[in-house]
């Protein structure tokens, strides 16, 4: 039986201190361990069909944990204008590294992360923390025509792209 | 599903790549393409609305879950706070307390005496006592009297 929101949420603050604890000690820094425990969660939940194939979920996500730890420390993230330029060389076409990827929302979550940070900041607001449109433009002091503009664009974009991952794939 | 629907949902796509949608209409959007036996030109869609609405319902969870971390660390932060002052006040009235010399040994407030280990504080038992006391002492004079007049004699 797959998973509800409450049950994921009962699961989520039973590891979360020892899963901060993993990722803390691998980044050594607690913001990028933060950031991977939410990814970790993130892919729980994603992947909740599959959990009953885990013997001990805690443990796989404790390696999830450990394993996306060592990733950021290795790649830690670019600068902002390595990636507007990723952004821009992702139009042209699809990084290698997406087609790796096993999950469609891994693929996905990583077409955003590939947008220009403004772009990607806006996307996250409005589709995933469910701003409105005016929210935005409050609290990012930008523009609502901005706001508008840019949300079009990144959503046109990751359209793109998933478009040529899906056509491969 | 109809014409007037799928008509609906087409102006909505293009409402949401234009960045035109509002929260309401883009829940619609998620609710639609969460349904099985999708029309062949939009399942191209659904992967990203799924992600979209998995991906906000498991944020809205965690993003919870840290501000309730938060705010309990905020919680022991001033607890810890409090009690620190609360234990330098408790130190400084006990010291406040064995420092401050006694103004008078006799602090006891009102009169009493002592009878056989007994602690009197009714004044007419006392009085009782006195009087027996000194009836005690009356015959003890008249012996010394006689002893005087003997001697004189």
């Known amino acids: 039986m797959s998973m509800d929101i409450a049950e994921y949420k009962r699961i989520v603050v039973a590891f979360r201190s020892s899963l901060l604890a993993v990722a803390r000690h691998i980044t050594g820094n607690t913001q990028d361990a933060e950031d991977v425990v939410q990814d970790v969660c993130l892919k729980m939940w994603h992947q909740r069909d599959r959990f009953e194939q885990y013997e001990n979920v805690e443990a796989y996500c404790v390696t999830m944990a450990r394993n996306m730890s060592i990733d950021r420390i290795r790649s830690r993230r670019p600068s902002v204008g390595e990636s507007v330029l990723l952004g821009q060389e992702a139009e042209e076409r699809l990084p290698d590294s997406l087609l790796e990827e096993k999950d469609d929302s891994d693929t996905i979550r990583n077409i955003i992360r590939m947008l220009p940070p403004l772009q990607q900041r806006i996307l996250q607001m409005k589709d995933i923390e469910g701003y409105e449109t005016d929210e935005i433009t409050r609290i990012t002091g930008i523009a609502p025509e901005a706001v508008r503009n840019n949300l079009s664009r990144a959503r046109k974009r990751v359209r793109e792209l998933c478009r040529i991952y899906f056509q491969i794939k | ?153």
């Not at chain 2, 939009?42 to 501000?67: Q, T, W």
């Not at chain 2, 006799?106 to 038992?125: A, E, F, M």
């Not at chain 2, 006392?126 to 001697?151: C, T």
């Open chain 2, 1 to 153: 599903m109809n014409n007037n629907m799928l008509t609906d949902i087409h102006r909505l796509i293009e409402k949401y790549f234009e960045g035109q949608t509002s929260s309401g209409e883009e829940k619609m959007l998620r609710d639609y393409f969460a349904q099985p036996g999708l029309p062949d030109d939009l399942k191209e869609y659904a992967p990203l609305f799924r992600f979209l609405d998995n991906e906000s319902k498991a944020i809205a969870v965690l993003n919870g879950i840290r501000l309730d971390d938060e705010a309990a660390v905020r919680w022991r932060q001033s607890l810890r706070k409090y009690g620190t002052i609360a234990a330098v006040a408790a130190s400084l009235f006990i010291a406040l307390i064995l420092l401050t010399p006694e103004t008078s040994s006799t602090s006891q407030k009102g009169n009493y005496v002592w009878v056989d280990g007994q602690r009197i504080t009714d004044p007419r038992t006392v009085r009782e006592y006195a009087e027996l006391s000194f009836d005690k002492v009356q015959p003890e004079n008249d012996i010394i009297a006689d002893q005087l007049r003997a001697f004189s004699e």
